[in-house]
C-alpha cells in the first residue's frame, strides 16, 4: 500500500489495487505475446518467446506517487529517475485508483492500433504524428516491473475540472 502525503495529497493505492494493475497490464501482455493483437491496419502482431511477467516495484510506485502529487503534467527529468515514464490524465470519469490505473494501461496500449503500422522485425512505422512511446513501455519484453501513483488534481491539469492523474515507471531486465 502507498500512502504518501505532499502539498496537501494525500492518495491511496491498495495492494487490490496494484495487484489489478498488474493483472490488466499481463492480460494486455499475455494477447501479445499470444499473437492476438493487432496494428492499426488490423494487421497481426508476432507473437512474443520471450515476454516477462510484470511484478509491482513498490519504489518506482513512491517515486510514481510523489510526481503524481505535483499535478504538473509533464514527464519528470530523466535524471531524476532511473525507469522509463507514462502520463495519464483523465477528467469526467471515476477518481478511484484502479478504474484510473487500468484506464491508463487500456489509453497507453490503443497507442499501437490508434497510430501504427507493423513492419516485419518489430519495426513500427507511423504514417501520422501519433505517438507509441507509451505502447512499447508496456509492450517491451523485457519490461518486469511497474509502479505507480494516482492523484486528483484540482484545476492544474484542466482548467476548472478535477483531473484524475497517473503516473507509473516502469523498469526493464
Known sequence: TTTTTTSGCVSE??????????DYINNLRSNL????ETDK?????????????????SSLAA????WACACVYAHSSYASRNA????????????DVESNFER?????WDELQGNWTYL????????NTGVVGHYTQLAWAKTYQVGCG??????TIYAGQNAGYVVCRFLET
Open 104 to 108: 491508463a494501461a487500456q489509453a497507453w
Open 33 to 36: 505475446a499470444r499473437g492476438l
Open 150 to 155: 494516482f492523484s486528483q488534481c484540482p484545476n
Open 41 to 57: 491496419n488490423n494487421q497481426p502482431m508476432d507473437a512474443a518467446s520471450n515476454m516477462l511477467k510484470m511484478q509491482w516495484n
Open 84 to 95: 522509463g515514464e507514462n502520463l495519464y490524465a483523465q477528467y469526467g470519469y471515476p477518481m
Open 13 to 22: 493505492s491498495t495492494a487490490a489495487d496494484e495487484q489489478a494493475m498488474v
Open 63 to 66: 517515486e510514481s506517487q510523489a
Open 120 to 127: 516485419s522485425n518489430n519495426v513500427f512505422y507511423n504514417n
